[in-house]
Structure formats: C-alpha cells, structure tokens
C-alpha cells in the first residue's frame, strides 16, 4: 500500500450516515453523484473544497446509523484516502473495508490532530504522522481476517477466488 | 459450557457446538434482504461475482419499500433493477407496490423471518428481528451480495449485554418507551459491536409489537443485534405464520455477559428522545414543560407502524381534531396492517381527526418524500432516527416518542402527555 500525505478535515463525535450522505440523494448509487453531496449536512462546504488525498479525522463511532454503503462510497468518491477516528460504527466499518475506503483506529491522533494540519499516513506500519505539530502516532492493527480480505482485494475479490476453486475442484 | 442465546444462535449457524466472543465465523444465512436503496449496489456487486443464482429463490428477498411508491425518475429507475433481478432470478419474496410493506414489520407478519434464524438484512434495521428469538444484523450491500450468492456471512461473534426490566409498566408506556431510556443509558455507541439481550419479568408480559420496537432500536444504541429470547407470547405470534421449521434457543442461566444493566420500569414515564440523537431521551413531562410546538406528526415507521401501535394512537385521537396548521401522517406499516385499520373503524377515526393515510413506506423516516420538513419545521415521530436533517431539512428538528405521545402532540399542536387530552 503506499504512503498517503494529504489536509486534515476535522469532524466531532458520532458523526452519522445522513449527515455523511443524506437520505434525500440515496435515490443514486453513482459514486460521482453521492460525493457532490458527501458529508453535506456535517459541513456544507467540504463537497466543493475537498481535495483527492485529503484525511477525514473525527471522533469516536464515526458512521453510526444506516447501512447504506453509498456513505463510504461517497467518501472515497469525493476523494478522501483515509479516514482516522477512535472508534467506528460497525456497519461502517464492515463497508469500508468491502468498498476499499482506508479507515484507521488511533483515539490518539484522532485528539490530536486538528482541521487543515498535514498527515502523512504509513498504512503498512500503521503510522500515523502528524507533519504541522510533529507527532507520530500508531493506528491498531488491522484484525487479521480483515488484513486477509483486504490482500485478496476485498470480499467480492476474496469469494471469487475462492468460488473458482470451489468450481474447478 | 454455557452460551447466551446470541453465541447458540450464532454457533448452530456456524455448525460448531460453541462459539467465544471474539471468534470470527463463517455461518449459514437463512434469510438474506434488501431494499430498493441497498439492493442496487448489491445486486451490481452479485453480478461481479460470477454466479448465475442466488444461493436460495426463496431466502434472498427484495422490499422496494423506501422510495416507493416510486418518488421520481431516480427512484423508479432503483426500484426496477429490483423488480428485473427478481423476473430473471425467479424470486418468491419479492413484494410489489399493492403488496409491499415496510420491510420490519412485513417479514415477521408474513412469517418469513422466524426464531432461531440467522437473518442479515442491508438495512441497519434489521434487527428487529431478534423481537423473534432470531439473529438478526444489519450490513451493507457488498456484504449482502456475497450472501445472495453464497448464503454465507463472516462474523464476529459479539460479546452481550444483558438488560433486566424489572417492575410494571405505568400508563401510556410503551416497549418504545423501554427502549428509548435504554438508549439514553447506553449512549449512541454504548453496545458496539455487541448484543443487546433484553430480558426480565417486564419483558415476558410484554406483546410481540412492543418487543419489535425494542429490538428495531437495538442499532441506535450501536449493537449488533437485539434479542428477546422466544416464550409463548413469541409462539402465539408465529405459530400460525409460519410455513417452515423453526428453533427456539435461550441462554444459560450462566451464560457469561460483558454487562448487566438492571432497569425498575415502574417509574419510567413516556420518553421523548430530542434531537439530534436517539440517546437524548428525556421524560414526556420535561418535554411538555418545556412548550415545544411542532408542526407535523409522523405515526408509523418499522419501528411503530403495527396495528396496536394505530389502535393507541387513535384512542387518543377519537372525537378529536390536529391542531390548525398541523400535518398528521398516518402510515400503516404494511397492506395488511391497513386492511384492519379500516376492519376496525380506526381510518375513520383518523380521517375524522384530519390525518392523511399514507401508503405503507418509509418515506419520511428517513426524509425521502411523502412529509419532508422545510428549514426551521420540528416533528414528532413514532420512527427511530433524529440525526440533524433526517426528515428534511438540515435546520428542521425530530422528536422521538411513542404513537400515544405523537398522537397528543398532534392535536395539542405541541408536545404534549396523553393524560392532557385524555
């Protein structure tokens, strides 16, 4: 995986799935759409400023609510590559990993790091680094299972193979 | 080794004879749904898998029920990728316009969804299920797509939370009520990434309807599941519903939990949950006190859109009026459900009372159409969320109660106790 260096967006605890894409637009699935709406009712503006790269960093139980999988979608979408939070919802959390969104654990960088700082992310280590204030912090490991899912290019990837080889012997 | 109702579930699914929490398992699927939001992506993702059917015609269900009847071009043109999947795939449960119902109060009444079951649904709340003695746990449409496909889900297997409603339930209260004040313990993520397992003497009187409510908010409070382990009351409610085997599991007297919450319901008064979270409970006497007027009622929702939940709201609202410039919604959970409000005189109450019926659906719940709130607007709601823009508006407000409360609120054009119009 290579190494992410991108602007702080900075969002407070239990940031929801209607206010990271409103119900109101789920009549789309297409990716485009949903991130000209992404993260509308949390913060206005950040759809129109937000740069492919860019971090989303947030409180604890980021993407409670809905199973709507167009909320991470609309996040990568809008380009976000990662988002770093204490905690995430579990539907979430389960979405981002199937829809290859890069999410990080760290209650500490998730303190310590403020709006428009500049991070740089190792996600191989799991590091963290925040370049304005000059701290380093480490994300929790990825479980194993998920690592898995991820190196086999996400569940559909992960069922393919595994299908194929079901078929073929 | 003793197991709790969840961990037997989950293991007889996986077919191990025990399950820890923590144990990631690869378990069988009895019924795998979606709705015309989540179905789209989720179909898209079965096509990339290569497979040509869904794992079972008659397990895997498609409930276009959010955005219909259809509310735009967009909309219809979701809904349709349902309705041509379930033509080329042949499915038996996918459910029409002039059939279809909300999708958690739908399944159980059609006895589709039956204890003992293992159900992922690509709607967060699918957990209404456990009200039945099921596993039963909301995902996204990916993770749904491989179950179509497979009949097969990866889980961790969730560490449990144990409630204990004690005491007598006083007037006007509610299982909405129970959960509502549960949640407002528990906070928004208080029971993440585990199970809700709500239990006690409160709960084994409590009917079936109330229990749904329950365990619909389970999610709210961030849990995987809720369950109310299945007794004669469940029984009563499925016998004559079911057309397939079923399997009632409980936990051990010893079962091991990772908390135990007891809760004296005798004191509990109807809650109103203010906005913008369904952990800001509060009682319905602060809510009263503090004049909070309003401009529309919503009655209906998975959470409160069953027949008892219309038989209370119009025992209030019989001989009375909405208050002037008040939009009453009234929305039967499913056909079924509407054909015994007209059986029972209850459309005639609401029509006296200058509601407008609604068509089963989510609409307004989640601010999809058929009761959008305009900038500045507050409601009350008998539904489940009240995040900041969630029935319109990003600056319009939700207040969540139970149908008795929005049904006082409504004619009293704020929020109000039912003693006050009763």
């Known amino acids: 995986m290579n190494i992410i260096q991108g602007k702080v967006w900075k969002f407070g605890d239990d940031v929801d799935t209607d206010a990271i894409i409103p119900a109101r637009y789920l009549n789309t699935s297409d990716p485009l759409e949903l991130a000209k709406h992404c993260m509308e009712d949390a913060d206005i503006e950040f759809a129109g400023k937000v740069k492919v790269g860019d971090i989303i960093v947030a409180g604890k139980n980021f993407g409670c609510g809905s199973s709507r999988e167009h909320a991470p979608i609309a996040i990568k979408a809008a380009g ?72 086999d290019g996400g569940l559909i990837e992960h069922w393919r193979n595994r299908l194929s080889i079901e078929i073929f012997t | 080794m003793s ?65 219909t009847p259809n509310k735009d071009i967009k909309s219809a043109e979701q809904a349709k990728i349902l309705r041509e999947f379930a033509k080329k795939q042949g499915l038996k449960n996918y459910f029409e316009i002039g059939r279809v119902g909300i999708e958690h109060v739908l399944l159980p009444e059609q006895g589709l969804v039956l204890p003992g079951d293992l159900i992922i649904g690509a709607d967060s709340h699918t957990c209404t ?60 993520d208080g029971a993440l990434y585990q199970a809700l397992e709500m239990t006690g003497e409160t709960i084994d009187t409590l009917p079936m309807y109330g229990r749904m409510s329950m365990a619909n908010m389970a999610i709210e409070a961030g849990a995987k599941n809720g369950i109310i382990a299945p007794d004669e009351i469940t029984l009563d409610y499925v016998r004559p519903r079911a057309r397939r085997d079923y399997t009632l599991f409980a936990s051990d007297p010893d079962a091991v939990y990772c908390r135990t919450i007891e809760i004296d319901v005798s004191t509990i008064r109807p809650q109103v ?54 939009r009453l919604l009234i929305i039967p959970g499913t056909q079924d459900v509407y054909r015994q409000m007209i059986k029972e005189g209850l459309t005639e109450i609401f029509l006296d009372a200058e509601a407008l019926i ?40 939700v207040y969540l109660s139970n149908p008795a409360v929005a049904a006082a609120s409504a004619i009293l054009g704020r929020i109000a106790t039912p003693e006050e119009v009763v």
């Open chain 2, 3 to 67: 197991q709790t109702i969840t961990e037997k579930i989950l293991a007889f699914h996986a077919g191990l004879d025990k399950v820890e929490p923590g144990q990631l398992i690869e378990a069988d699927v009895d019924i795998a749904l979606a709705n015309d939001v989540t179905a789209p992506i989720a179909i898209a993702e079965f096509e990339k898998l290569g497979v040509e059917k869904v794992f079972d015609d008659e397990r895997v269900l498609l409930i276009p029920d959010h955005f």
């Open chain 2, 273 to 326: 949950a203010y906005p913008p979270r369904p952990d800001k409970s509060r009682s319905v006497d602060q809510a009263a006190a503090d004049k909070i007027e309003i401009d529309q009622v919503v009655i209906g929702s998975c959470t409160n859109g069953r027949i008892e939940d219309f038989r209370l709201a119009a025992s209030l609202l019989k001989g009375r009026k909405a208050a002037p410039y008040m």
């Open chain 2, 129 to 188: 299920y456990g009200a039945l003695g099921a596993f039963a746990t909301g995902v996204g449409s990916t993770d749904l797509a491989a179950a179509m496909a497979t009949g097969k889900v990866w889980l961790r297997v969730p560490e449990s939370i144990k409630i204990v409603y004690h005491g007598k339930l006083a007037p006007w209260v509610e299982g909405k009520d129970l959960i509502l004040h549960t949640i407002g313990i528990l906070k928004v």
């Open chain 1, 80 to 151: 976000v590559a990662c988002i770093i939070a204490p905690t995430f919802a579990r539907i979430f959390y389960r979405n981002a990993f199937n829809t290859g969104l890069m999410i990080l654990e760290s209650a500490e960088a998730s303190l310590a790091i403020e709006a428009g700082h500049e991070v740089v992310i190792n996600p191989a280590a799991g590091t963290i680094k925040d370049l304005t204030i000059g701290k380093q912090f480490t994300a929790r490991p990825i479980p194993e299972f998920m690592q898995k899912l991820l190196d």
């Open chain 2, 358 to 397: 609604s068509p089963p659906t989510c609409g307004p719940c989640l601010g999809g159409h058929m009761g959008v709130l305009a900038a500045g607007e507050r409601a009350v709601a008998t539904t489940n969320r009240n995040f900041v823009g969630r029935m319109g508006h990003p600056e319009s407000e």
